[in-house]
């Protein structure tokens, strides 16, 4: 994949920190033994709490307190210090208060121990810059003496394969669910915690991290070693930010390589943390369009609520590449499917009608009551000839249409449902093709639903919307990945030796300039300082013209009068000219005016905005928009990490709700496609090859038809 800051001179901003080798965190992450230090006689406290949570760990476990030495606590040795363990221990839980933590860190650095976990906060967390320090001094120990620690400030980890509960939270003995496909790493102990106790109804997962402060190993650290784990077949991951948001793209190829799909939930969604800017795309790209870029980017799934990360994880854990786009429902409740049609068609999901084959075996299944179409309605009837149900299903599977059966369960019976989960799965297994339970009834945790979730290969949601939202995320996901072949544009260091060495705004002009440089077709204009200039510039140019303010100092010239359109004669455009040079004046007094830019009126076509910004955490992001000049009214818009192949282009063009404009909507013609996502990917060339010497730009409107695209106003907001 083709990482920002890739091309062009070298970057001032280092590349991203390599992801931690798996094999170094295999110690830490899944031990043979752990030592807590701090183990306390109280089974409430957070060192005897962990103890107990691995009671089921059949590897060695010592406590470290020199108040107990000699005592057993909680069914495990407790001896004076690490000296005193005959052997290193792999993982070490430190469960001090952080005044006592650099005592123990020296202590595990001089055992060699394989890793530590940390409860500790008051750290970082708290804002204060001497416990910042403290806890930079922490990680900077820790990584000198190649000792890797999850924490401070979290709540520890499992690894539920081998019943070791390395955490503070309360009754992990409970999860006696076997361990499974989905892996599970959120920054939230809290959240990882709630995620985890789906091992109490049943879930099953075989591990789980939380990160707190990531003062040393952050979420990709911890989710890239699940990865390398074989019983690990999706990984659910919940973030709240990174120090450098460009490791998520490393992890995604970590993913890619190791062929298992991320399931991922940005906590934290809200845009509070775009400021405001000088251009339009500067207020559209805000915090929760950037990390959905590079969530898509990282080739990852993402969800946007908590409820929808471990259903959505099974799902991918569970049914393997879909084998057809379509979407079969069947079900005992007429009601039920008519509900799971709803959604499915809500969300552009195919549905089509069964083969002659497949009907066939339905009508002779189904009373004539009942509907052998799809969704197909087995009627109550199907309690009374069990086999009905098996035939149905697996006329429906054998059906090539199909890569899906939905299986609204409506209702909850201790004695039945259960082993219909059972004939579920080995349908499964016979058909080569998922089933998905809906779970209707409010009966929540149920016997029915507690085999679901053990099994291997049956997904089940407790809602049909994220039920069949799953399923659109899964096609997508399977879909298969864009070009990413980027081709230098020949005049792009041209481009680059154009910008100005210090913080600047480039006026319109100098920003088309610097668009053309690298492919952007631009407007064909002259500049006039004059209103006499301007009127023999139109006659040169050709009527009709437009008039636009040229001033280094205004961003957007609408805003102030410094517009006029459809210039027809040279007095008009002499009128024009007083017009805007005294709107300026009045609106901005202390701007300066260079004149007017004369161009000729642009063929017509659909608005778009193609503009691009820094973003703190991913780097130059390319954005594009439908609207133009009214793009902050649409909202319609999609971004991407800079920079972008053609391909990715047209794919961020398609993702467009106002594409159907640029596909000849009501009989329009359509724009030439090929040429706007050259454009775009041009544009974001230039963003990723100035190595945050731009800090925004934009070309707003693009004009785009069947003629090509035109960029008519551009803007660039140089940081030096």
């Known amino acids: 994949m083709q990482q920002p800051g890739s091309i062009g001179q070298a970057s001032s901003r280092p590349g991203p920190e390599p992801l931690r080798d798996p094999a170094s965190l295999r110690r830490l992450l899944s031990p043979g033994s752990v030592a807590v230090i701090g183990v306390s006689a109280e089974p409430t406290r957070f060192g005897g709490r962990t103890v107990t949570n691995l009671v089921n760990f059949t590897g060695q476990v010592w406590g470290v307190n020199p108040k107990y030495a000699g005592q057993p606590l909680h069914g495990r040795p407790?001896?004076?210090s690490l000296d005193e363990i005959p052997e290193s221990p792999d993982c070490v839980l430190i469960a001090l208060p952080r005044e006592q933590m650099m005592p123990a860190v020296e202590a595990c650095i001089a055992k060699k121990v394989g890793g530590i976990i940390a409860f500790a906060s008051g750290y970082g967390e708290t804002g204060l810059a001497d416990r910042l320090a403290e806890e930079a001094r922490l990680r900077d120990r820790c990584r000198e003496a190649g000792l890797p620690l999850v924490g401070v400030n979290c709540l520890g980890i499992v690894d539920h394969v081998l019943k070791a509960g390395v955490t503070f939270m309360p009754e992990y003995i409970r999860m006696t669910a076997p361990a499974g496909g989905v892996a599970i790493t959120s920054q939230s102990g809290a959240l990882g915690y709630a995620l985890m106790q789906?091992?109490?109804?049943?879930?099953?997962?075989?591990?789980?991290?939380?990160?707190?402060?990531?003062?040393?190993?952050?979420?990709?650290?911890?989710?890239?070693?699940?990865?390398?784990?074989?019983?690990?077949?999706?990984v659910a991951l919940a973030v709240e930010g990174l120090r450098d948001g460009r490791r998520l793209l490393l992890l995604g190829e970590a993913a890619r390589r190791a062929g298992k799909p991320i399931v991922a939930l940005k906590l934290g969604r809200g845009d509070a943390g775009a400021a405001a800017a000088a251009s339009h795309t500067g207020?559209?790209?805000?915090?929760?369009?950037?990390?959905?870029?590079?969530?898509?980017?990282?080739?990852m799934v993402e969800v946007e609520d908590f409820d929808a990360l471990l259903e959505t994880a099974a799902l991918f854990a569970k049914a393997g590449k879909p084998k057809a786009p379509g979407v079969a429902i069947v079900?005992?409740?007429?009601?039920?499917?008519?509900?799971?049609?709803?959604?499915?068609?809500?969300?552009?999901?195919?549905?089509?009608?069964?083969?002659?084959?497949?009907?066939?075996?339905?009508?002779?299944?189904?009373?004539?009551?009942g509907a052998a179409r799809n969704p197909?309605?087995?009627?109550?009837?199907?309690?009374?000839?069990?086999?009905?149900?098996?035939?149905?299903?697996?006329?429906?599977?054998?059906?090539?249409?199909?890569?899906?059966?939905?299986?609204?369960?409506?209702?909850?019976?201790?004695?039945?449902?259960?082993?219909?989960?059972?004939?579920?799965?080995?349908?499964?297994?016979?058909?080569g093709k998922p089933i998905i339970v809906a779970w209707i009834p409010e009966q929540l945790e149920a016997p029915g639903t507690i085999a679901a979730d053990a099994s291997p290969v049956v997904p089940l949601f407790r809602s049909m919307r994220r039920l069949m939202n799953a399923i659109r995320l899964w096609h997508q996901y399977h879909a298969g990945r864009d070009d990413d072949a980027v081709a230098r544009p020949a005049g792009l260091d041209a481009a680059l030796a154009a910008l100005p060495p210090g913080p600047s705004v480039l006026t319109e002009a100098e920003a088309k300039t610097l668009f053309a440089k690298v492919g952007v077709p631009v407007v064909e204009e002259r500049r006039a300082a004059t209103a006499e200039a301007a009127a023999e510039a139109a006659a040169a140019t050709g009527f009709p013209v437009v008039l636009k303010l040229d001033s280094p100092d205004i961003a957007h010239k609408t805003e102030v009068g410094g517009v006029k359109l459809n210039l027809g004669d040279a007095g008009a455009v002499r009128s024009a000219f007083a017009e805007i040079t005294a709107s300026?004046?009045?609106?901005?007094?202390?701007?300066?005016i260079d004149g007017v830019l004369v161009q000729r009126m642009s063929q017509k076509g659909v608005e778009l905005i193609l503009g691009g910004r820094q973003d703190g955490q991913f780097g130059p992001m390319v954005l594009v928009g439908t609207g133009g000049v009214q793009a902050e009214l649409w909202k319609d818009v999609v971004l991407d990490i800079?920079?972008?192949?053609?391909?990715r282009a047209e794919a961020m063009l398609r993702g467009l709700k106002g594409f159907p404009l640029l596909d000849g909507f009501r009989g329009a013609a359509k724009a030439d496609l090929a040429a706007v996502a050259a454009a775009v990917s041009a544009f974001s060339m230039l963003l990723a090859a100035a190595e945050g010497r731009i800090d925004e730009a934009e070309a707003n409107p693009l004009i785009a038809g069947e003629w090509g695209c035109l960029a008519v106003d551009g803007l660039v907001k140089c940081a030096g």
């Open 376 to 431: 197909c309605d087995l009627t109550a009837q199907a309690a009374g000839n069990p086999a009905s149900f098996g035939k149905c299903v697996l006329a429906m599977m054998a059906d090539p249409q199909y890569g899906v059966i939905v299986y609204p369960q409506v209702y909850s019976h201790q004695q039945t449902t259960p082993g219909r989960i059972q004939e579920i799965a080995e349908l499964t297994e016979r058909g």
């Open 584 to 592: 300026a004046k009045y609106h901005a007094p202390a701007a300066r």
């Open 198 to 234: 789906a091992a109490e109804r049943g879930y099953s997962v075989c591990h789980m991290t939380t990160a707190g402060n990531a003062t040393d190993l952050d979420v990709c650290d911890l989710a890239a070693y699940q990865l390398s784990m074989p019983e690990c077949r999706a």
């Open 283 to 299: 207020s559209l790209a805000g915090s929760a369009l950037a990390w959905s870029a590079a969530f898509k980017r990282a080739g």
């Open 642 to 647: 800079a920079p972008v192949s053609p391909a």
């Open 78 to 80: 407790c001896l004076a």
């Open 331 to 369: 079900t005992a409740s007429g009601g039920a499917g008519i509900m799971a049609a709803d959604h499915a068609e809500a969300l552009g999901l195919d549905m089509p009608q069964p083969s002659a084959e497949a009907r066939a075996v339905l009508e002779a299944a189904i009373p004539d009551f």
